[in-house]
């Protein structure tokens, strides 16, 4: 195991463990969000790699180094067939071949609802948020969902979302078969604090592990919903080396992963750092 | 007598009527129908009701410029480099009022519009506040196979659709290589499709890849010839996206009022080809193509 390990690379390890080889089964990259990204290219690397990943209308895309400006282009070169959104969204994200497409919200509830909407009262907003793009149809249709968040605290995971944009509904397995919806997993949080599951319509969320130096009365303390908290909570596995070596060395050189961890200023001086590397090696390229 | 669709950058404001819906065409930052976007901004409209599925720069300059009377929307985000700031502003003032719809839902709504039925059921989004929110979009059905009630979704046959393409003929056959988001799906569903594209090229060229013709040309109006018509948004594989350029947009963006009244102004001061040469001197244009290139895919055997 690798002593050597940031929290975010424990975040995207946990995370590839959802992408499985599961047949059918499809895992879309949504919007550039290199935590989820590095997460699937992760899985392609080691243990899944005949997993489907769909990206733009790039269909059986290949492992991509993440950039800002190179990703897009790299998802076709290898890629295995061209689709349309709306076919591609009738089979993955309202059909029956939806495995994996993590979602980041700005908060979570213990009901699982996802607000990407709104801060404040939906019509007089204080924050206009970005909106949920496929995220509602994805939350309740895939086989399962998988939220993370860069931020483990009540605000975050909150009591009541201020506007629920999607939310898995019903999440018991029993309901959902006798509602013909898609079942595989539970509904799963990853902080960098710990990591949070619900299977169950009326039961809370419950801790599947702390991190590695973190308490569960510190993931109690900080989370706004009601936790099931087991006497023998496990610790989340270390990242590997190799895993470590993976991510800082071939599918994120460039570092774009620490994007889900700044904000404001920092992100565009940042970004700006990221974007000069990308643009030296085109220039270099076109010298050549 | 000869079809030909081919007509001028300028003239497409006048082929949008007034208080048109309007579906714009690209997806995150890849592949927006940019040139005909600022050729809306320097019209100075400000009658546009604008559909968007996954919008970005697109959406929040039209925002910016005054342009749009409404928005349909299930995403704008500038994602990385923050909220789209001038989004934000118009609606938390609510001064832009707003029709929010979950993507897949807001494609289904469009293929109905294409098959010219009412309504198409899917299985939608049943937990989000969405669907309650929007009583005009989403309901319910039953059918004469069962009491059980089915989502669905109203048809929506948007005016006129925008979308930027690699190439196409005088015919209108759009040909993309790269992405092409629900282009095709936007164009059926359109009373009018105006196809702008990096290049216009002879049927015989395009017969020579049809597999790459993602909109047949009968159901497209106008073919507009428009060079690097996506920038600063990507158009693969002939360019990366500029994000030095949406940078500067953005933070014009977050600074917003004089400043980015100034970055309006000079795109309405400059005619298009006039801005190619601006963003694009000094040999950006091949290093976006470069761009495009180099980002490398990975191999499960190269450990470490």
Not at chain 2, 42 to 68: E, K, N, P, Q, T
Not at chain 2, 221 to 248: K, M, N, T
Request: net charge negative.
């Amino acid at each position: 195991m690798a002593d050597r390990y940031e929290v975010h690379e424990l975040m995207v390890c946990r995370i590839a463990m959802e992408m499985t080889e599961e047949g059918d089964y499809v895992t879309i990259l949504g919007s550039f969000t290199p935590l989820a990204y590095s997460a699937y290219m992760l899985a392609k690397l080691t243990h899944a790699p005949d997993a489907w990943l769909v990206g733009y209308n790039a269909i059986g895309m290949p492992p991509v180094e993440l950039s800002f400006t190179g990703s897009e282009a790299a998802a076709y070169r290898g890629s295995l067939a061209r689709n349309s959104f709306t076919p591609n969204g009738h089979l993955v994200h309202l059909g029956t071949h939806g495995l994996l497409e993590c979602v980041s919200s700005a908060q979570m509830d213990g009901d699982g609802s996802i607000n990407l909407s709104v801060i404040g009262d939906y019509d007089k907003p204080k924050v206009r948020l970005p909106g949920g793009a496929g995220a509602p149809e994805v939350v309740q249709n895939y086989r399962k969902v998988v939220a993370y968040f860069s931020k483990h605290d009540s605000r975050t995971l909150c009591e009541k979302v201020d506007f629920a944009t999607g939310r898995r509904t019903p999440i018991s397995r029993d309901r959902r078969d006798a509602a013909d919806l898609a079942t595989g997993g539970p509904i799963t949080i990853i902080t960098p604090l710990a990591v949070l599951t619900k299977d169950d319509d009326d039961r809370p969320f419950k801790i599947e592990s702390v991190h590695p130096g973190v308490s569960v009365d510190e993931v109690v303390a900080n989370t706004g919903f009601a936790l099931d908290v087991s006497t023998d909570v496990p610790t989340t596995a270390k990242p590997s080396d190799e895993q470590v070596a993976l991510l800082r060395n071939k599918i994120d050189p460039f570092g774009t992963v620490r994007f889900d961890f700044l904000s404001g200023d920092e992100r565009l001086t940042y970004l700006e750092d990221v974007l000069a590397q990308e643009w030296a090696r085109a220039e270099a390229h076109l010298a050549l | 007598m000869t079809v030909n669709k081919i007509t001028q950058l300028e003239r497409l404001p006048e082929l949008v009527p007034e208080g048109a819906v309007v579906a714009f065409g690209g997806g995150w930052f890849a592949n927006h129908p940019m040139a005909a976007v600022r050729e809306l901004v320097r019209s100075r409209r400000d009658d546009v009701h604008a559909l968007a599925l996954l919008g970005s720069i697109d959406v929040d300059l039209m925002v910016g410029a005054g342009l749009l009377s409404h928005l349909t929307f299930s995403m704008v985000t500038l994602e990385a480099m923050g909220l789209a700031q001038n989004f934000r502003r118009a609606v938390q003032s609510g001064a832009l009022p707003i029709t929010e719809i979950p993507a897949l839902s807001l494609q289904v709504a469009l293929e109905a519009g294409a098959q010219a039925v009412p309504f198409l059921p899917l299985r939608g989004p049943l937990g989000s506040d969405l669907v309650a929110s929007n009583p005009d979009f989403f309901g319910t059905a039953t059918t004469s196979f069962s009491d059980d009630e089915v989502m669905i979704v109203r048809a929506i046959r948007p005016d006129v659709a925008i979308v930027h393409a690699l190439r196409c003929d005088r015919l209108g056959n759009a040909q993309f290589d790269g992405t092409f988001s629900q282009d095709p799906e936007i164009s059926a569903a359109s009373d009018t499709v105006i196809v702008t594209c990096e290049e216009i090229v002879d049927s015989t060229i395009i017969s020579e890849s049809a597999h790459l013709t993602k909109i047949p040309g009968f159901l497209v109006d106008h073919v507009i010839e428009a060079p690097f018509g996506a920038h600063p948004c990507s158009h693969v594989p002939r360019y990366a996206q500029d994000a030095w350029e949406i940078l500067d947009y953005q933070k014009a963006a977050i600074a917003g009022g004089e400043v980015f009244d100034a970055y309006v102004d000079r795109i309405r001061e400059e005619s298009e080809s006039a801005y190619r040469e601006r963003v694009l001197g000094g040999g950006r244009d091949k290093v976006l193509a470069a761009l495009a290139e180099v980002g490398p895919t990975l191999e499960a055997s190269q450990n470490g």
